[in-house]
């Protein structure tokens, strides 16, 4: 009797392990379609997403060389505008406007640079240049105020106003100064670069 169930025992558990080998045969070929199918999948999204990738870096690099374009042109203009100001103004010199310029510039070409231009850029720059040339001219034509004293370089606007004040009312009097002129201007003998007024003041023409 022992014998007997032993003998239903064993084939219970071989019964057991071929279902079980079956049923794990079945799930690696599950698997191994899963992993086939998740191969496709991954390519069919990584397709995209390069070629996506490659339109938003074109997209950046048009976008930069765009705005550096423009930054460039408007700090033209600003300086344009500046200049045109300040001499008006009398503020400063045209000497001191031009260093101020170039400093400007140099603190530009210190940022990164931008994308090389296109032909059309580099011919819409030089379609402006001449007008800008000709603005230059015009303003270099305008004939000089001798009364504006902040012309000679060393003389800012409240040196310009104490001078007046002393009776030194004109750039003539600073570039070939009488006794009576030059003993006014002995009292402004403590300013930075006094003893290259003169010579300043014969520059302006």
Sequence with gaps: MAKKAK??????????????????????????DAMKQFETLQHQVQDPLRKLLKEIDELRERETKRFYDEFERRLEEFHELQSSILERLGVASKEDIRKAEKESKKELKKKPAAPARKPAAKKAASDKAPARKKAAAAREKKPVDRSDLTLVKGIGPATARKMKDA????????????????EKLNAFSNIKGFDQLSAEAKKIN
């Design 7 to 32: 003998s239903s025992v064993d084939k219970i558990v071989k019964k057991v392990n071929k279902e079980f080998e079956k049923t794990s045969s079945q799930i690696e070929g599950l698997i191994s």
């Design 167 to 182: 009776g030194i009312t004109s750039i003539d009097q600073i570039a070939n100064p009488s006794e009576a002129d030059q």
